[in-house]
């Protein structure tokens, strides 16, 4: 899917379950989304988890207990951007009600990106980043701490948005 599709999506996403940032804790995304969520141990070890389509835009994900618990919100809002992106959310009656949702590689890719949009929407991503900046720099990982998201997550968004120059060790931005 194109990325500007999916930066579309999110934000009506966003828009229709009043989805505001940071989180508190990996859980809330799914409870603002009407979702239901719980953790197995059951799930194989290569995979974050499956999620289930219902009636309306409810959903069950199952999320697979080993992953860190940082990665837990990431690993959750990617798994909700590939049942809206690609089930019939919004239909009362769908092909995909009570099934798992058959997940590709193509799909959580696209999920991922959604997953970038959604917990760090750029236009509170870089207004936090000025907030944060010290001359020409800054530290990522206070900027994770305030989003509770792994550093990792929040240099792809970084990168994404091009704010900074990935090989530089110490990190300039480029929006300034």
Request: charged residues 30%.
């Amino acid at each position: 899917m194109e990325r500007k599709k999916i930066i579309q999506m999110c934000e009506e996403y966003r828009s229709k379950h009043d989805i505001v940032v940071p989180f508190e804790e990996s859980y809330e995304l799914v409870y603002m989304a009407k979702g239901h969520i719980r953790e197995s141990n059951r799930i194989k070890a290569d995979l974050i988890g499956n999620v289930k389509k219902y009636k309306g835009d409810s959903f069950w994900i199952t999320l697979n207990s080993k992953i860190p618990e940082s990665f837990k919100i990431i690993a959750i809002a990617t798994l909700i951007g590939c049942i809206y992106m690609y089930s019939d959310y919004d239909k009362t009656e769908s092909k995909t009600s009570g099934r798992s949702l058959k997940l590709t590689d193509e799909m959580l890719a696209d999920g991922h990106i959604f997953a970038k949009e959604l917990l760090l929407p750029d236009y509170v991503f870089i207004n936090t980043i000025m907030d944060m900046l010290d001359g020409d720099k800054i530290d990522l990982a206070d900027v994770a701490k305030y989003f509770n998201l792994p550093v990792q997550f929040v240099k792809e968004r970084a990168i994404d948005l091009q704010l900074i120059q990935a090989d530089d060790k110490n990190i300039k931005w480029e929006y300034i």
